[in-house]
């Protein structure tokens, strides 16, 4: 079985590097072309897409997977066009290949130019999510990347139409269909070798939960880009707005709680919750979300469970947010950043100072002063669709998009120079 799975994978990871050098010498008009071969396909595909998608729901429920999960996995006519939608948009992007970053003219007579030029291969390991599938391959060859994606077993259905599809629209481009592979066999076997796939992998990116993230930043030897999890804070400051900051934390936490941008722990100041206290978590509750809250809450709210440590540590992906009450804006920092993931932060507060000090002090990929965290996306920050939210200091941080899925290389021009 294990030589199998071997194989699988050492056979895919060989052809998507040899892809990778094809890769090199496409021009941007012929990956659009491709791209929107792809963008066309899916829509044509769609019935096919959903029937196959519906297996996935099917034995997702007969295994008692929970609603958030199954919301992450579902595909449907919207979201296959929403799909189809982001890739004309990528489309219309820059490509960043080629981008001279640094242009040196020596004393000697030497032309260094600095130029963005594809990482090579880049490995997908990832969760449930379907959508990631076209996020990763279309990201990578807008950006001349050949892909070898590795979801779950959750989504495999799903996942072998929308590369099916995608290799049917590569095939029409005249692409190589190799630039994108998926590895069918979800087993941990596969996720093992997966990681120390060096010879033919040049970055290994991991989206999903934290388990699955921690375990490959622990495991793998391919270098990693980490997407971190999201435990999301918003904190309400004693000079908040009440109407804007109820609208911000319930738009954080109902807008789609089951994402990583979603906020999953509130922290309130004391002199707030006195005056608006009640009232807030009344929202909430009419709103079905279930708080774990300290002493003080669960005094105003008899409905709230007692918060326990764990409480402020966890992503919890569903209607569920822990709360706190805290004595200063100090206070909430630190509280952030011993139990926040790096995600998204915000506070809601008209002192500006208060302001500057949060997101100059909070470690996080994105700080956010009186707006939902809900805007931490690929899409929203003007990327087109992403390949994760990177929550790590190096080589990317916060939403990855075309930028983020490039190395650089240095072209030196000379006319017989020596170095004495």
């Known amino acids: 079985m294990s030589t199998i799975v071997e194989n699988e994978v050492i056979e895919k990871g060989k052809r998507a590097k040899a892809a990778s050098f094809v890769m090199n010498t496409k021009t941007t008009a012929e990956k659009n072309e491709a791209l929107l071969a792809i963008a066309d396909q899916l829509v044509a595909d769609q019935r096919q897409i959903i029937a196959e998608n519906e ?23 919207e979201r296959i066009l929403a799909m189809s939608e982001a890739i004309r948009l990528l489309v219309d992007l820059p490509d960043p290949i080629g981008e001279i970053l640094e242009d040196i003219t020596k004393e000697n007579g030497l032309h260094i130019l600095k130029k963005r030029v594809p990482l090579g291969v880049i490995g997908m390991i990832y969760e449930a999510r379907p959508n990631v599938t076209v996020d990763a391959a279309t990201l990578s060859l807008k950006t001349g990347n050949a892909v070898l994606l590795r979801g779950s077993s959750s989504a495999k259905f799903s996942n072998m139409a929308l590369v099916a599809s995608i290799h049917h629209a590569l095939e029409k481009a005249a692409f190589p269909q190799d630039a994108v592979l998926l590895i069918e066999d979800t087993s941990r076997e596969t996720a093992k070798t997966l990681f120390n796939l060096n010879e033919y992998l040049d970055v290994l990116i991991p989206r999903g939960g934290k388990n699955l993230i921690d375990l490959v930043v622990r495991e793998a030897s391919v270098p990693v880009l980490e997407t971190g999890a999201g435990n999301c804070h918003v904190f309400i400051d004693a000079s908040a707005n009440y109407d804007m900051a109820a609208k911000i934390v319930l738009n954080a936490k109902t807008q789609r709680p089951s994402v990583c941008n979603a906020v999953e722990s509130l ?67 630190l509280h952030i950043n011993r139990f926040g993931t790096n995600h998204s932060e915000a506070i809601v507060t008209e002192n500006a100072a208060n302001a500057g000090m949060f997101l100059n002090s909070v470690d996080a990929a994105a700080v956010y002063h009186n707006a939902s965290t809900r805007f931490t996306d690929g899409f929203e920050f003007g990327y087109g669709a992403e390949i994760g939210i990177s929550t790590q200091k190096l080589h990317a941080r916060g939403p990855m998009g075309l930028p983020a899925l490039t190395s650089t290389k240095y072209y030196v021009y000379g006319d017989g120079q020596t170095r004495g």
Do not use: W
Request: glycine letters at 6%; one cysteine or more; hydrophobic letters at 45%.
């Open 55 to 77: 297996k996935d729901l099917h034995d997702g429920k007969e295994s008692g997977l929970s609603t958030a999960t199954l919301d992450r996995i579902m595909l449907n006519k």
């Open 267 to 333: 922290l309130i100041h004391k002199d707030f919750f006195e005056v608006n206290g009640e009232q807030l978590l009344a929202m909430f509750s009419d709103a079905g979300i279930k708080i774990y809250g300290d002493e003080k809450v669960c005094s105003v709210l008899p409905a709230a469970l007692q918060a326990a440590e764990e409480h402020y540590a966890e992503e919890f992906l569903d209607l569920t947010i822990s709360a706190k009450i805290v004595e200063t804006v100090e206070e909430a920092i």
